[in-house]
């Protein structure tokens, strides 16, 4: 997820980060400071930084957007029409040769595992897919519940734009300037019910 407003950005650099040197100066964040800076300083298995790796969730309505969307832990409000989903596959970065790891649920906790692509074919049993499709992430029965719902998709370095295969936005207000931007319509899906 990126603000609408680094998408020309990515357009032209496809999604760097901000160690990168095709980084965008004008970057519009979104999300909780404080936590993007305890994942760049979070050292992964393999002795990387955390930072030096782009997230992605295996799925929608995860709880950063609820907080971004309801500007909770200090975090400034973002109107959902103003959040756009970039949509990769791992098939994708697979195909492109880019170098990935993958956690079990949310990178920064303890108890989720890192996995690399020796692991990748099976990716369908450690990942919980039921979690990750959970409307809700509270469950007096199920503590871990959130946890495993944030299980993420880690890629290294900056990801070309032709790693994106299309966009996921709020309304026809937003689709509109990903078309003004130059995105073929084809390729940008209007899906209210993946925000909040």
């Known amino acids: 997820m990126t603000h609408i407003e680094n998408i020309p950005h990515i357009l032209?650099?496809?999604i760097t980060h901000t160690a990168s040197l095709n980084c965008n100066p004008d970057y519009k964040p979104i999300g909780d400071a404080s936590l993007i800076n305890t994942r760049n300083s979070f050292k992964t298995p393999d002795g990387k930084s955390l930072g030096?790796?782009?997230?992605?969730?295996f799925g929608y309505r995860m709880p950063m957007l609820y907080v971004v969307q309801k500007g909770y832990n200090s975090?400034?409000?973002i109107a959902?029409?103003?959040i756009v989903y970039c949509v990769s596959s791992v098939q994708r970065i697979i195909d492109l040769k880019i170098d990935f790891?993958?956690?079990d649920g949310h990178a920064v906790n303890g108890l989720s595992n890192f996995y690399t692509s020796n692991d990748v074919e099976n990716i369908n049993t450690i990942i919980d897919f039921q979690a990750i499709k959970a409307k809700f992430w509270k469950d007096e029965n199920d503590l871990d519940l959130k946890r495993r719902k944030e299980?993420?998709?880690?890629v290294e370095g900056d990801i070309p734009v032709v790693a994106i295969l299309g966009y996921v936005v709020y309304d026809d207000h937003a689709e509109k300037k990903l078309r003004e931007m130059g995105i073929d319509a084809q390729?940008?899906?209007?899906?209210p019910t993946f925000y909040f």
């Open 80 to 82: 959902p029409e103003n």
């Open 52 to 57: 030096d790796y782009i997230p992605f969730y």
């Open 187 to 191: 390729r940008i899906i209007i899906r």
């Open 12 to 14: 032209q650099c496809g």
């Open 101 to 103: 790891v993958f956690t």
């Open 151 to 154: 299980a993420e998709f880690l």
């Open 75 to 77: 975090v400034p409000t």
